[in-house]
């Protein structure tokens, strides 16, 4: 004899829904949803790059400093744990406190260093993009 259910058996339960917001999930809805949509693509990318970089042309100074920055940027980002191993390797080990104390301050300047340029990284590139979508904006309008 069959168990006896509380549902009929062509009533099935709702599916669970993919993102918050919509009720079954789906497109349009929810955090995260502008990663569940077709991604447009350029008809002729070649063409829009080369339109664009007419534009980026004119904040080539903006965009040499940033790429100084993101250089230097890369060099102190790779000192930091090198010194750290010399911390440990040279003075630690061997227990000499003063030297410990001198690359412990050379890493404090590495990393205050790294900041500092990579903040002026963001700056100036922050100022490069807003300066080319203005150029963008009042070339559209005229």
């Given at each position: 004899?069959?168990?006896?259910?509380?549902?009929?058996?062509?009533e099935?339960?709702?599916?669970?829904?993919?993102?918050?917001?919509?009720?079954?999930?789906?497109?349009?809805?929810?955090?995260?949803?502008?990663?569940?949509?077709?991604?447009?693509?350029?008809?002729?990318?070649?063409?829009?790059?080369?339109?664009l970089?007419?534009?980026?042309?004119?904040?080539?100074?903006?965009?040499?400093?940033?790429?100084?920055?993101?250089?230097?940027?890369?060099?102190?980002?790779?000192?930091?744990?090198?010194?750290?191993?010399?911390?440990?390797?040279?003075?630690?080990?061997?227990?000499?406190?003063?030297?410990?104390?001198?690359?412990?301050?050379?890493?404090?300047?590495?990393?205050?260093?790294?900041?500092?340029?990579?903040?002026?990284?963001?700056?100036v590139?922050?100022?490069?993009?807003?300066?080319?979508?203005?150029?963008?904006?009042?070339?559209?309008?005229?």
């Amino acid at each position: 004899m069959p168990e006896p259910t509380n549902k009929r058996a062509d009533e099935q339960a709702p599916p669970l829904p993919m993102m918050m917001g919509r009720p079954g999930g789906g497109p349009g809805g929810g955090p995260g949803a502008h990663f569940m949509r077709k991604v447009e693509k350029a008809k002729n990318p070649r063409g829009t790059v080369l339109r664009l970089w007419i534009y980026l042309r004119r904040q080539r100074a903006a965009l040499v400093v940033a790429g100084l920055a993101v250089l230097i940027t890369v060099g102190l980002t790779l000192m930091g744990p090198y010194l750290l191993g010399v911390a440990i390797d040279e003075a630690m080990v061997k227990g000499d406190l003063p030297a410990l104390a001198r690359t412990c301050a050379l890493m404090l300047v590495v990393y205050a260093l790294n900041s500092f340029f990579t903040w002026v990284q963001a700056y100036v590139m922050a100022g490069a993009s807003q300066r080319t979508v203005r150029d963008l904006r009042n070339d559209l309008f005229e």
